[in-house]
C-alpha cells in the first residue's frame, strides 16, 4: 500500500514537473492591433523555426498595457516608443528593440477618389474617422497633421474617432467612412478593398518609432532572448519592409 502512494506521489511530481516546463516554454507577446498582421507573420515565422509555443495579444496600447500588468505573463509588447515609455508609471520595460518606423496615411473608400490631403476639408470627403487621438499613437498623429494644416476647424463636423486602427479600416471597407487616417501596415494590408491612400508627409507628425519593449523580469529569460534576437534576424526585417515599417 505504502509503495502504491508512493508511486502516485512519483507520478504526480513527474506530471506537475512537466506541466511547469511546459509552461515555461510559453511566450506570450502583445501588441498594438495596428500591427497584427507583421506581428503574427513574425511570430509565426519564429514558432516555424524554433519549435517555440507563443501566444499574441492584440488591442489599444493601453488596454495591452493593463493586460500585461494583471497577467503578469506577458514578456514583450511591441508599438510606439513614446507611448511605451509613457506606461512606466503602470508597467516597467527594461530595454527596447528597434522593429521599424510607423507611416501614417490617408485611406478612402472604394467609390471615391482622393489626389491630396486638402481633399478631405471639400464635398469629396463627408466623413473622417481615426483612431482616438488620447489613446493611439496613428489618432495622435492624425491630430497633428490636422493642427499642423490648419484643418482641425474645417473637418470637425465630420470627424468620428474610434479605439484602433483597424476598426477605422473597417469602417473604409464598409463605405461607412469616406476617409481615414490609418497607418501604412493596414492600408497595404487591405490595398485591393480600398479605393487608395496617399501617404502622409512626416513633416505634418512627430516620428513613429516601433519596438519590442521587454517586460521587466523577462529579460533573463531563454523564450524571452530567442525572440528578441529573431526580431533582430534578416527574416524579421524582411517581414516588417514588406508590411510598410
Not at 503574427?40 to 519564429?46: M, S, Y
Amino acid at each position: 500500500m505504502k509503495k502504491m502512494v508512493k508511486n502516485k506521489i512519483i507520478a504526480l511530481l513527474i506530471i506537475t514537473a512537466c506541466a511547469v516546463q511546459l509552461s515555461a516554454q510559453k511566450l506570450v507577446i502583445a501588441s498594438g492591433a495596428g500591427y497584427k498582421k507583421p506581428v503574427t507573420e513574425i511570430i509565426n515565422a519564429f514558432k516555424g523555426e524554433t519549435g517555440m509555443q507563443v501566444d499574441a495579444i492584440f488591442g489599444n496600447l493601453q488596454m495591452v498595457a493593463t493586460q500585461a500588468k494583471e497577467s503578469g505573463e506577458v514578456a514583450c509588447v511591441i508599438g510606439d516608443k513614446k507611448f511605451l515609455e509613457k506606461l512606466k508609471s503602470s508597467i516597467n520595460f527594461t530595454d527596447y528593440t528597434p522593429l521599424g518606423k510607423g507611416i501614417l496615411v490617408l485611406a478612402y473608400r472604394k467609390g471615391i477618389s482622393i489626389n491630396k490631403l486638402e481633399d478631405i476639408i471639400t464635398d469629396k470627403v463627408k466623413s473622417l474617422f481615426m483612431p482616438q487621438d488620447g489613446k493611439a499613437i496613428y489618432g495622435i498623429a492624425g491630430k497633428e497633421t490636422l493642427e499642423n494644416l490648419r484643418y482641425m476647424d474645417k473637418v470637425s463636423g465630420k470627424l468620428t474617432q474610434v479605439a484602433t486602427v483597424p476598426q477605422v479600416g473597417t469602417y473604409l471597407l464598409t463605405g461607412e467612412a469616406d476617409a481615414g487616417f490609418i497607418n501604412l501596415t493596414e492600408a497595404l494590408a487591405d490595398k485591393e478593398r480600398l479605393g487608395g491612400y496617399i501617404i502622409v508627409p512626416q513633416k505634418y507628425y512627430k516620428p513613429i518609432e516601433i519596438v519590442a519593449g521587454t517586460v521587466s523580469g523577462f529579460g533573463i529569460n531563454e523564450q524571452t532572448i530567442k525572440f528578441l534576437d529573431y526580431l533582430k534576424s534578416e527574416k524579421t526585417k524582411s517581414i516588417v519592409k514588406a508590411n510598410g515599417l
